[in-house]
């Protein structure tokens, strides 16, 4: 019978030993890194993990797919974790990580435009000026409301890399980016004579967050856990403030010198984490 037990215990703790294995050591499936301005993001998602699951890895798909066909995959368990704003439509179908991933740098947005519209920007002086030009955006991104909601003249598409020729072609004026964004998609464009303005920055409280299946409360919770370990241990400052992207856009931004927007924005989920200072950028420590 001490046998049989002793038999039993080893076989249970083999079992309990080889599903905790399984557990920890899971690969899970993210979207492929365009660039810089993804690589720091897969940096983040990789650097939280590391506190609250070292043994999982990250794995990226081998194609780059559009925002909609990411929230249908992660809702089918293909990919495990997207980055996106946050939005209405996401926050429904999916789960939400709620840290801002990039300080709330998403909703400090400054302008690519024509170089041949340089001098027209430079005169914008109030709001009501800038409601002179029309914005470019994605169809389906989640600060597209946001201009929409403050009567910013929008023109959308389906598809990222179609703004650029189409803001060449005059279709629409400017294409706001985010602080970290528009320098490098310049140097990408650099036959289309795109510049980013100097004068103007547009800014409103919106945040991007990693997103998982909405069943998948273990790996929400790892990524938050995580998360919160790397801002309390200074881990997350270190690699934000120290990444040669976000040196060179803080520098090039030029932040002191542009004439400052702020708008509201309506579709702010209600547990937006606001009160947490530690999650924001500070601009006004910035210049």
Known sequence: MKVRRQTFCLLLSYLLSAFLFSVN?????????QGEKEQILYDILAL????????????TLP????EAQLVSEVESESVDVMWS??????DDRLQAVRIPVLKGLLGHRIFLIREQDKARFATIQTFEDLLEFEAG????????????????PTVTTIKYKNLFPMLEGGRFDYFPRALHEPFIEAENHKDLDLVVDSNVMLVYPYAMYFYVNKND??????????????IEDGSYDELFFSNSMIQD????????QRTVFRVGNPHLH??????????????ENLK
């Not at 939280?48 to 070292?54: D, E």
């Open 63 to 66: 194609e780059v797919l559009n």
């Open 217 to 230: 409360k273990r790996l929400h919770n790892l990524i938050y856990r995580g998360f919160e370990m790397a």
């Open 85 to 90: 704003g946050g939005d209405k439509e996401k």
């Open 48 to 59: 939280a993990l590391s506190k609250s699951a070292p043994s999982i890895s990250l794995s």
């Open 137 to 152: 955006q994605g169809r389906f991104w989640g600060d597209t409301q946001i201009l929409k909601s403050a009567d910013i």
């Open 270 to 283: 209600p547990d937006t984490p606001l009160n947490r200072d530690e999650f924001w950028l500070d601009i």
């Open 249 to 256: 856009v803080l520098t090039k931004a030029n932040i002191a």
């Open 25 to 33: 050591a899971q690969t899970i499936v993210v979207p492929k890194v």
